[in-house]
Structure formats: structure tokens, C-alpha cells
């Protein structure tokens, strides 16, 4: 690999960045980070008691644990009892030496796979499935939360294991533990090993916090959140030493919302489901603040949080609760207190609009609002106005809307490090139905063949050149030459229709200029191509279902899409490919190609309805 690409990429990473991992893998690996010599204990004892607290009518409990399993929002594994800790749900491996120091563990076991699928039941949804079920009433919930967490302190002793390897981790489990006391009324008098479970990690996350600030990107919010909520916990309770923590973590959030989420409410990721991870954390914290009557954060901060409210707003779906599976999406669905589905988005949109907007997103009543009253909060009167078409441009994203239409246009604009060479990708939507669509993550580790397909150029609705990636990957998680959009023309609306344009060219010289327009029954692209050697191929993922391709013209019931150009077209084909809504989940999708060898206009034609 060039030595000059991968220098401008780490200057693009920013130096006070690569200090951070540089002084945290040294400190870890010749031993001077305090990491490696703290120790903790747990005592003996139930961490939650029955709750006093009195359900209230409109309270629904999420029981997606209740009598099974649930991974990564769509596995369910029939076994209500204590979850294997140690063992990859999916491949049904264990762990060989589970009860190593967690800094001996290699970042990426080939033989185990996956180590989120051994992580994912230590993330402790469940503790939160089961608090709202005792404060419905049933009581063996207490005694199955305290039986399941004392299992887990059995079974993962204090910084031991690979469930401590990684602080972010350990802040979500701190985040729910603080989160089920709220919701079962017992953070003024919690149980003597539940404050111990929480400092036990606390001494965990706060030795590599700099680590997680140096990735920019959803790792810092959390662990800053977990400093912030469990540190002034203790602190409430009466443990002067847990004022550091405290104090480091609003530090940290207050930076990391100034940094990490632009002006515009986009955020440093680039994802449409890390971007809920980062704003369910910030609700989080928000709500925990105001129940301990801590101080107000700072005015930016709010300001930040109001603008990311407003862009998930923005890009979910009102019909269906779903959104584009744009960017990394690793299965993460932070605050999990609905029966909702996994891609629905509506709670937390709700929830953060509440907070940081003091409005509703939505007027009609749902499962949505469930969150608002779990946590205690009220639902506002007043009710976001209708979603629009914007221009995100410190993001990188074209909202073009017309009725129940939505297109979204993602072009580079890259601050931080892109995830996906996903460059002038196109989704389309109507009414809440994903009709061009992203084809998601799959997996961060199950080999070659899926990471290449997953994290390429070929899994997007865009043009690939040359059999290659717009952007070369430097390795699993950082790409190089960061691409920069040009010729960008923000979202206009007429009375006839939207239009936005964008385009780029890449470090191999070819070039794509994409011009996206949308009326009330048909959405219009033409792509402009050059500077490429020998082919490019544009790419439609279809919504699943029987297309018929005749000639340039494909058709779907009265869905009808065109293929044209002012070139000779070398190949028009309906392939199979695949998509990833849910980790560690893909599934078949028709895909259209178009390919050409000369440098020309392709103009694609929807008739959506």
C-alpha cells in the first residue's frame, strides 16, 4: 500500500488522534496504564429489590426477553434460561480460556468468529426487559434479574474475560443498570452490590477513556455517558472517589457533542443507526441528569442534540418507523424499553424530540411514547413540523420529498473517517417502503468474501468503476484517499418537482457526477461518467420481488423502471444480490445492472406510482 496514502490518511485522522492509541497501546502493552493493576470485588447479594413503584395503565412492558433469547434484534433462541456468556450465539462456539486478563485477548479470534456475538447478551438488554416486568407486577422478574446478574459476576470476574475487553461495552452495561433502577424508583437506595457492580466498571472505562475519544466516533459518547450517570450516581450516594469520574465524564460529553456532531445535526459516523445509538445515549444521560438534579449542560450542547433530534427525525420513515440503512450498522439499539421492531426508529425519535426539541415527533399516540412514560417524562403538546426536503451539508445528505416520496442523495463530505465507500448511493422510499435500498453491514468479521461485498462499493446504489472500490480500504475499519464532493447543488423545490445534485472524483481519476429529480409519481437520475479505464457498472438493490426485465425496462406491477444512455450500453442484467437489514442476517435481493466501457451519460426513469 502507498506510503503517502497511508500518511495523508492519518493526518486525516488528526495527530492528537493517533497519540491517544499510540500512548494507550504502549501504556497497555509495557504496563504503566493503570488498567492492568486495579482490582475490585463484588459482594454477595441481590441487586434490585421489588419494586414499590405502581404501573400505570399505559405502561407496556417489552418482553422480547421475557421467554426467550433475542440477539441483535431478530434472533430468537428459545431458552429463557441464564444465557452462555462465553459463546458466539450464532456459530455456537465457546470460548476456549474464558477467564484470561482481558488486554491477553487478541481483537480478532478467527476460530471464534464474531466477538459481538459473544458480547451482545453482556450488553444487558434484558435488565431492562425484566425491571419493566416487575413494575407491571411480576415479582419472579426481580428474582430472574438478580439470578441472571449474579451468574454474570459468576462468570465474569472482574476484568477477566472478554466481556471487559472493551470499554464501550462495560458503559452499556452501566447505562442499563442505571436505567432499570430509574425505571423500577431505587436509585436513592440501591442494593450494596449493585453499587459495586457499577464502580467495578467504572474502574474499568475510565483508565482507556482517551482510547475511546481518539475513534471519534459513538465509543467516546457512550463511555463518557457511563462516567457521567454512574459516577455521579456514587457520587449521590456518598463515594467522594466517584467525583473524578463524574466530573470526566460531563467533561467528554459536553466535547463530544461540540466535535462529533455538526451543525447541521449530522454526526461524525455517518450512519443512520449509529446516529440513534449517539442520540439514545445523550437521552440517556439527559434524563439521568434531571432526575438527580444535576446541573444543566452547556447551551451548545443542547443546541447540538436539538439539531441530531432533528436529523433522525428527518430520516425516519413517519409510515413504518423504518430509514435508509445508510452507513455501518452493527445491530445496536441502545435503549430497547419498547416491543418495537429493531429498524423501528419512532421511540427514539420521539423520546430525544421530547428532550432536546420539547416537542412531540409524532401527534398520534403509539407504542412510540412508551419510552416518555417508562422514564417518567411528559409528553409535549406541540408536535415537530411536517418533514421536509433539506440539505445536510456539513453531513453530506440531499432530502428530496414529494407526498409520501423520499429520496435520499449521500454524497462525501468527510470530517471524520468514512465506513463504506458509499459514495452518491441513492435510497428510495415511499410510503415507508424501501423501494432502492442499501445493503447494510452483515457482519465486522465472518471472512473475506462478506466483509469484501459488505463493505464495497458493489453492496450500494451507486457506480463501481473498474471492478474497484471508490475509496481503497486500508484495513477492517479505515479507508484511504477520503473522497470530496464537487459541483454540489443543494435541494431545490418548484412546483413541478425536487432536484439536488452532487459528484466526485476519485484518486484514480474517474469521475461521477450524479443529478437526482423527483415529481409526484417519478424519480429521475442521470449519472455522468468518465476518467475510468475500462468499465463502470451502475447498481439499483431492488425491493424484493418478481421484477420482469424486458430489454432496458423493468417492471413490478405498476412500478416501472427505465434504463437509457447517450452511449452504447454494454449489458443490462437483473442479478441476485444481497442485503443486511439486521446483523448477522442477509437475505437475497434482486439487483439491476447497467454497465458501459466509454465515458457518458446513464439516465435512469421510476415510475413509482
Known sequence: MNFKLKARTALALGLPNLW????????????????????????????????????????????????QQLYFGWHQVSDDGVPS???????????????????????????????????????????????????????????????????????????????????QEASIRVMHLSMASLILGQIDTPPTALKALIKTHLKRIA?????????????????????????????????????????????????????????????????????????????????????????????????????????????TCIESGDAANIGANDGARLLPLTNTDYRDFRPSVQLAAMLFLGKRAYHNRGLWDQPLYWLG????????????SLQFKCG????????????????PCFKFRPSQP?????????????????AGTYSYNSGEENNRYFGGTISHNTVEFDDRD?????????????????????????????EATAGYADSYGATHRRQVSLTPHLLRVEDSVAGFKEKAVLRWRLKPGEWLLTEN??????????????????????????????????????????????PGRLITEYKYR
Open 396 to 411: 453530506g445528505y440531499s432530502l428530496l420529498r414529494s407526498g409520501d416520496a423520499l429520496a435520499i442523495l449521500n454524497y
Open 422 to 438: 458509499d459514495a452518491l448511493h441513492l435510497d428510495f422510499w415511499q410510503g415507508g417502503e424501501n423501494l432502492l435500498r442499501d
Open 207 to 315: 483508565p482507556t477513556i482517551s482510547y475511546a475519544m481518539a475513534q471519534d466516533n459513538n465509543h467516546g459518547t457512550s463511555e463518557a455517558a457511563a462516567l457521567y450517570m454512574g459516577g455521579s450516581w456514587l457520587v449521590a450516594l456518598g463515594d467522594v472517589d466517584a467525583k473524578s469520574w463524574y466530573r470526566t465524564g460531563r467533561k467528554w460529553l459536553e466535547n463530544r457533542a461540540k466535535r462529533l456532531i455538526e451543525d447541521d445535526g449530522s454526526f461524525s459516523q455517518y450512519s443512520v443507526t449509529y446516529h440513534r445509538v449517539m442520540l439514545d445515549t445523550y437521552s440517556m444521560v439527559e434524563t439521568w441528569r434531571d432526575k438527580l438534579g444535576l446541573p444543566e449542560f452547556s447551551q451548545i450542547l443542547y443546541t447540538k442534540l436539538a439539531g441530531a433530534a432533528n436529523w433522525l427525525y428527518q430520516f
Open 470 to 498: 471508490q475509496m481503497p480500504r486500508l484495513s477492517r475499519f479505515l479507508l484511504g484517499a477520503w473522497l470530496k464532493a464537487k459541483g454540489v447543488i443543494p435541494v431545490t423545490v418548484d412546483s413541478k418537482k425536487i
Open 553 to 598: 425496462r423493468l417492471t413490478l406491477g405498476s412500478k416501472v423502471l427505465s434504463l437509457s444512455a447517450d452511449i452504447k450500453i454494454d449489458r443490462i442484467a437483473l442479478i441476485e444480490g444481497w442485503e443486511s437489514r439486521y446483523y448477522f442476517l442477509k437475505t437475497k435481493v434482486p439487483v439491476l445492472e447497467l454497465e458501459v466501457s466509454q
Open 85 to 167: 456468556w462465553h459463546r458466539n450465539v450464532f456459530a455456537g462456539l465457546c470460548i476456549r480460556e474464558p477467564l484470561q486478563p482481558w488486554w491477553q485477548l487478541a481483537d480478532f479470534d478467527p476460530e471464534l468468529g464474531d466477538i459481538k456475538a459473544v458480547w451482545e447478551a453482556s450488553r444487558f438488554d434484558w435488565v431492562l426487559s425484566f425491571a419493566q416486568s416487575a413494575v407491571k407486577g411480576d415479582n419472579s422478574s426481580i428474582e430472574k434479574l438478580n439470578y441472571w446478574l449474579a451468574d454474570w459476576v459468576t462468570n465474569n470476574p472482574p476484568y477477566l474475560g472478554v466481556n471487559w475487553k472493551c470499554g
Open 377 to 388: 417524562l411528559a409528553v409535549p403538546e406541540q408536535t415537530l413540523p411536517a418533514q421536509e
Open 20 to 67: 491517544r492509541v499510540l500512548v494507550y497501546r504502549l501504556g497497555v502493552k509495557v504496563g504503566y496504564n493503570p488498567v492492568k493493576r486495579i482490582t475490585s470485588m463484588i459482594p454477595v447479594g441481590d441487586f434490585f429489590s421489588v419494586p414499590d413503584r405502581t404501573a400505570h395503565a399505559e405502561l407496556i412492558a417489552n418482553e422480547q426477553w421475557s421467554r
